[in-house]
C-alpha cells in the first residue's frame, strides 16, 4: 500500500471529484448508485445527468418517479428496463414510509445494509457505495467490486482475481481505513505503475 499512496498522492475520499460530486441527499446518492450499477463511470454520469436535465437539473423526488411514464423515463434517461423498475421500487419504499432514509445515519453498517437490501435493486455493492461515498464510512470493503479485485490482483502480484474470502484476509491490515484503502486501491488502477 505505501507505493501506491506514494504514486497516487493525497486521498480525495469525500472530495467533489469522487463519483461525480457529492449528492445532496440520501435519496439522491441511492438514486446516483442505482443509476452506475455495472456500468462505467462515464456511461452512469451521461445517465444520470439525463436523468437530471428530464426533471429541471436536479433528482427527481420520489413522487415524480412514480408519476413518469417508465417508458418515457427509460428512453429520456437511456436507462435499462430493470433499472427504471429499481427506481420505482425505490421511490416507492421512500415514498411510503417503509424505508426512512434520516434513519440511516445513526445505525451501524450492517443495519444500513439490512434496511437498504430489502429494497429490489439494491445490493451489497449499492450499500457498500453508499457507505463510502455517502455516508463516508471509513471502515467498508467492498469485496464485489471488480475493480477493487483487479487492483489488489495488480498490487499483490496475485494470479487470478481474489475471492471475496481472499480478499477479506488481504485486507485485514487495512482496518480500520479499509474505505481509504480501497480509494487508493481504485485510484492505482488510473495511475501510471511505478
Request: contains cysteine.
Amino acid at each position: 500500500m505505501e507505493s501506491i499512496i506514494e504514486r497516487v498522492g493525497p486521498c480525495l475520499l469525500g472530495h467533489q471529484t469522487d463519483r461525480g460530486g457529492p449528492a445532496p441527499d440520501h435519496y439522491g446518492a441511492l438514486v446516483r448508485s442505482v443509476v452506475g450499477q455495472q456500468v462505467s463511470v462515464a456511461a452512469a454520469r451521461s445517465m444520470l445527468a439525463r436523468l437530471h436535465d428530464r426533471f429541471g437539473g436536479r433528482t427527481p423526488s420520489p413522487r415524480q418517479i412514480l408519476a413518469d411514464d417508465p417508458a418515457q423515463l427509460r428512453a429520456a434517461a437511456g436507462l435499462s428496463r430493470s433499472k427504471v423498475g429499481f427506481l420505482r421500487d425505490l421511490a416507492e419504499a421512500v415514498d411510503s414510509g417503509e424505508l426512512v432514509l434520516e434513519e440511516l445515519d445513526e445505525l451501524p453498517d450492517e443495519d444500513v445494509a439490512e434496511r437498504l437490501i430489502q429494497v429490489r435493486g439494491i445490493g451489497q455493492w449499492t450499500v457498500d457505495m453508499f457507505l463510502i461515498f455517502h455516508l463516508g464510512r471509513p471502515d467498508v470493503l467492498p469485496v464485489g467490486d471488480l475493480g477493487l479485485r483487479r487492483a489488489a490482483l495488480l498490487a499483490y502480484g496475485l494470479r487470478k482475481l481474489p475471492e471475496p474470502p481472499r480478499l477479506m484476509r488481504l485486507a485485514r491490515p487495512w482496518r480500520p481505513w479499509r474505505s481509504v484503502a480501497t480509494w487508493y486501491l481504485w485510484a492505482s488502477l488510473r495511475v501510471e505503475p511505478a
